[in-house]
């Protein structure tokens, strides 16, 4: 892998250096573009169309100008004039969209104290920590993420940092604390009273408070709202994985978030929650475990996604049987949820059920988000259909499909390269060689040599 810095002019070397030291002065017109040029050896610009061979992708700042077949060379470039430009090889390389996973809690990660953490944690420490999983995300091949619940307001502090370019992550689409009844899955459970007094303000009970729940989410900055429509696997409550959330609370949650432009996102494990949560109009179900033949109608009627979260049923699975990790009140409904959750997608996508990619990470690991594509080709889905929902698809659930999810002009240039085919190996997923985001890159070629000049492009 290679990567090679060109400058048109010589001369102009040490005045372009000066002009990006000052470039925070100066009004943004007057900044010369950033000009690179990807040679990518197979290409797949539009997942869910057949990859090509030996193109050039053309990235203008922080957007896809162009692609081009064959190689172009820097010197090629017209109209670049007083501009640098960058060639990244990767013309051995297999070059796709950025991948984007539809569920994850940036600023978490489960580990045996994370009961403890509760109380000893503050959410300054939770964003600090979340600058290290972003990174982690990032440097995995994940350029967008949504993450669908955090304590306090980490992830909305998070997201805004990234999006200023103050710290290195993935673009982050944040429901801010995910909404719940007294007792949920979202509440705070397990804990003396004294030291947890009711409510916190993503707590609703009744339709009235489930509207304002709603609503403050959306003031204190959320993108998208997340509701606990059933008990989960991770609450320390021994209150099963059935129906939390009545039919009028669903619905006022989801009309209020719909009238301020927020999409709707359920957690459900319990047929009864993902059909409830369905028939209310929510956008997405997160993880529907026990999905039921009225479910999949549901879905296609609706229209809604499904965000299978395979790799957390994995997981939960494994920490069951680690002495210690849970609670007894969790332990029970991990061994009883994460086995089924494979069978669960299969039946989904065998009924035609829409499914964009999600994976719960932070309760598995950060940076290890495309275990997920390994489980899904063992429920049936094919690679090819993998890729799409990892990055068309999930783009599409985001509401982001003008932005990202594939290589084209005037999308963000979000790219990532893996060695080998993943059509014909899906685990090549799990080692990217290479990652840009919004045309900056923040994972190999390794050396940037430059040609003509000392200006490595950073
Ligand atoms: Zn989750």
């Not at 060109?6 to 470039?23: E, I, Y």
């Not at 994370?114 to 600058?131: F, I, N, P, S, W």
């Not at 999409?263 to 929650?273: E, F, K, L, P, T």
């Not at 599409?396 to 999810?405: A, E, F, K, T, V």
Request: with cysteine; net charge neutral; hydrophobic share 40%.
């Amino acid at each position: 892998m290679r990567l090679t810095s060109f400058l048109p002019c010589l001369t102009c070397a040490g005045l372009m250096l000066s002009s990006a030291a000052h470039a925070q002065d100066r009004p943004a017109a007057q900044a010369p573009d950033r000009w690179k040029i990807i040679h990518a050896g197979t290409l797949l610009a539009l997942p869910g169309s057949p990859a090509r061979q030996n193109a050039s992708i053309i990235v203008r700042n922080d957007r896809i100008h162009e692609v081009r077949d064959g190689f172009v060379e820097a010197g090629a470039m017209s109209g670049t004039t007083g501009s640098a430009v960058t060639v990244v090889d990767l013309s051995k390389h297999f070059v796709l969209p950025g991948l984007i996973d539809s569920h994850v809690h940036i600023t978490d990660e489960r580990s045996p104290t994370t009961q403890l953490d509760r109380v000893t944690k503050t959410g300054e420490a939770m964003a600090l920590e979340g600058t290290l999983y972003a990174r982690r995300t990032l440097e995995a091949g994940f350029t967008t993420v949504r993450d669908l619940g955090s304590r306090g307001n980490p992830s909305l502090a998070l997201r805004d940092a990234i999006r200023k370019g103050q710290v290195p992550g993935p673009r982050i689409v944040a429901a801010g604390q995910s909404i719940s009844a007294t007792g949920g899955h979202s509440d705070v459970n397990g804990y003396a009273p004294d030291i947890f007094p009711e409510l916190g303000e993503n707590i609703c009970n009744g339709a009235d408070q489930c509207r304002h729940a709603a609503r403050l989410q959306v003031k204190r900055g959320a993108d998208v709202i997340k509701i606990t429509a059933t008990g989960g696997v991770l609450s320390n409550v021994a209150a099963g994985t059935g129906l939390q959330m009545f039919e009028d609370e669903l619905k006022a949650i989801v009309d209020a978030s719909h009238a301020l432009g927020r999409r709707v996102a359920a957690h459900a494990h319990g047929a009864d929650g993902v059909n409830a949560a369905l028939r209310a109009g929510v956008d997405s179900i997160e993880h529907g475990t026990y999905l039921d033949d009225e479910s999949i109608a549901l879905f296609k009627k609706s229209g809604a996604w499904l965000v299978p979260t395979v790799l957390a049923g994995e997981t939960v699975t494994v920490m069951a049987e680690q002495e210690g990790f849970f609670p007894p009140a969790v332990r029970d409904k991990a061994r009883a949820v994460g086995p089924q959750m494979i069978n669960m997608l299969r039946r989904a996508y065998q009924g035609g059920v829409k499914i964009a990619f999600g994976t719960d990470t932070g309760v598995s690991r950060h940076g290890q988000n495309a275990k997920e594509f390994a489980l899904m080709t063992r429920a049936g889905i094919p690679a090819e259909v993998a890729i799409r929902m990892a990055t068309v698809d999930a783009a599409d659930l985001l509401g982001l499909s003008g932005q990202i999810g594939t290589i084209e002009p005037g999308k963000a240039a979000d790219v990532v390269a893996v060695t080998g085919n993943p059509t014909e190996d899906i685990t090549e997923l799990e080692r990217v060689a290479f990652v840009m985001k919004d045309g900056n890159v923040h994972k190999g070629p390794e050396p940037l040599v430059s040609a003509g000049a000392a200006t490595p492009t950073p």
